[in-house]
């Protein structure tokens, strides 16, 4: 009786289960689990409910699975964006300081949205948000819009409003002693402690510091806080359990992020082979945003021919530098300097630059969500992660350029259409 018992209950839960989680059986022609630089051919993926609940091949349907068919294609983790600002469009449309100064609010976050879809439908199911550029805490409405369900877009890391110190950021060159509105919050000393603080209560999931900047327009970026100020920084954010990413392109800011205690690093372009070697040596990831200055160079007229302008050969060189120093590289285009939906340019131009398509494909799933401290939850295909799922046409190990050719996009096991 016990037994039959446990029978109609396990039965009775497992049909109700089953009516409430929906489950997939993804059959495409191999699939490149996020860690393993072979894809595995006639490997299939059995999702259920949010999850993936195996992988391998010989993988039966079950009765209440829906068999999806991916011939031809490659089954991959969700890529993971490391640097994206959601609330910034192209350079070339609306020129930052325009962006900042005179957008409504209303219209950014409304573009945000659309943003949101096309980095989602790119087959980019997590972004790390590095700022909204004076669009204050949308961000984190903006996180809350997709994860309610009201729009579709990626998981997001939001930093909020970004940390710069007084008088370093921008919108600058204004007549002194205006009061003009700042693309990030300024905070320096005891009061950056508090604006962290301010900021992760708000919403941040990362902290983004300024270690340098250009103070004038005009000259070249100079380091901005202190290797003490962001130490504390860096304290308050790590003890709250979140990551802190350093904007910096000087070698001494760089030096100072690193020994403040910084998890990442972005740009980087004048980081010399000291500088990389301290970051492999305290475990900073590095985020070259190769694209950026491609994309910028391209806005001033470059044709993407050789030589390449000063600022897009520097950030080729640190790229080489921290590669032979062997920093962990994050996969993050500063995509919104370029349109959102191109993610992929980053990934591209990583391996012109020298990495193999294999190599960087594990560095924008697996290798950004261990950065991101999300290993646990995304950015491999392995039973008990987070279904975030993307086919792409091809084999992206062999042509890299097929990351472009996205065919299907499931994020939580949800399919989402073009
Ligand atoms: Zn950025």
């Not at 999850?51 to 009765?63: L, Q, S, V």
Request: hydrophobic share 45%; net charge negative; charged share 20%.
């Amino acid at each position: 009786m016990i037994a039959r018992l446990t029978f109609i209950l396990v039965v009775t839960l497992y049909t109700a289960m089953a009516a409430a989680d929906p489950a997939y059986l993804l059959k495409p022609a191999r699939v490149f689990d996020g860690v393993d630089p072979k894809p595995h051919e006639g490997w299939a993926v059995l999702v259920r409910g949010d999850k993936i609940e195996a992988a391998g091949p010989a993988i039966a349907a079950p009765p209440d699975a829906t068999v999806v068919e991916l011939p031809g294609d490659t089954l991959m983790p969700g890529l993971i964006e490391g640097h994206s600002h959601l609330f910034l469009h192209p350079y070339n449309e609306t020129p930052w300081d325009d962006q900042v100064l005179h957008e409504p609010l209303a219209v950014r976050t409304a573009r945000a949205t659309v943003a949101a879809k096309a980095t989602l439908m790119a087959g980019f199911t997590t972004v790390r948000d590095l700022g909204t550029e004076g669009a204050g805490y949308a961000d984190v409405g903006l996180k809350q819009a997709i994860e309610q369900g009201i729009i579709p877009g990626p998981r997001m890391l939001v930093a909020t409003r970004a940390l710069v110190a007084t008088g370093a950021y921008g919108p600058k060159g204004f007549e002194a002693g205006l009061v003009i509105p700042q693309g990030a919050e300024e905070a320096d000393g005891a009061s950056l402690v508090a604006a962290v603080r301010r900021q992760i209560g708000a919403g941040a999931d990362v902290v983004k510091l300024y270690a340098d900047y250009h103070w004038r327009p005009g000259e070249p970026s100079r380091p901005t806080f202190s290797e003490a100020e962001m130490r504390a920084a860096v304290e308050a954010a790590h003890s709250a359990g979140r990551i802190v990413a350093a904007h910096a392109n000087t070698a001494e800011g760089m030096r100072r992020a690193i020994l403040a205690g910084v998890d990442s690093i972005e740009h980087g372009g004048e980081g010399t082979p000291e500088v990389f070697k301290l970051m492999r040596e305290h475990g900073v990831t590095y985020c070259p945003t190769l694209a950026a200055s491609d994309a910028v160079a391209r806005y001033r007229g470059w044709n993407g021919a050789d030589p390449a302008p000063p600022p897009v050969a520097q950030a080729r060189k640190a790229f080489d530098i921290a590669r032979a120093a062997g920093v962990t590289m994050c996969v993050g285009g500063d995509v919104g300097v370029f349109a959102h939906g191109q993610n992929a340019r980053e990934i591209e131009l990583m391996v012109a630059a020298g990495m193999s398509a294999a190599q960087v494909l594990i560095a924008a799933t697996s290798g950004n969500a261990h950065s991101f401290h999300m290993g646990d939850q995304i950015g491999t295909i392995r039973s008990g992660l987070l279904a975030d799922l993307v086919a792409v046409e091809g084999d992206p190990i062999r042509d890299v350029q097929s990351v472009r050719a996205v065919r299907f996009v499931m994020k939580g096991g949800m399919v989402y259409a073009k």
